[in-house]
Nanobody, 117 residues
Framework: QVRLAESGGGLVQPGGSLRLSCVGS????????IGWFRQAPGKRREEVSC???????SYADSVKGRFTSFRDTAKNTVYLQMDSLKLEDTAVYYC???????????WGPGTQVTVSS
């Protein structure tokens, strides 16, 4: 069974850090593009970052310099390291099997990230 699962969300103070994980089961993430997306209450889903099959990365302007996506091929996992978190980073974060949300066939259930003082 093909599945994606995110983990690592939680409550953090502004300026803090979290590392999200996106684990694949039933298939390998290692050579495909993986997108991280987020959706805050009352807002549209937005792309946060993309890591290509060759591990080239790109980021939304709002997170550039603060977030880093990387993969561990041995663990079939893609990570999103989030540093210097801001209140506006609060959202449910999802990983998907494409950097294009319209093309992504598989999505994880999401993990909640709350940045609050």
């Amino acid at each position: 069974q093909v599945r994606l699962a995110e983990s690592g969300g939680g409550l953090v103070q502004p300026g803090g850090s979290l590392r999200l994980s996106c684990v694949g089961s039933g298939f390998t993430l290692n050579y495909i593009g993986i997108g991280w997306f987020r959706q805050a209450p009352g807002k549209r889903r937005e792309e946060v970052s993309c890591i290509s099959g060759t591990s080239t990365t790109s980021y939304a302007d709002s997170v550039k310099g603060r977030f880093t996506s990387f993969r561990d091929t041995a663990k079939n996992t893609v990570y999103l390291q989030m540093d210097s978190l801001k209140l506006e980073d609060t959202a449910v974060y999802y990983c998907a099997t494409s950097c294009n949300s319209s093309a992504a066939r598989y999505w994880g259930p999401g993990t909640q990230v709350t940045v609050s003082s």
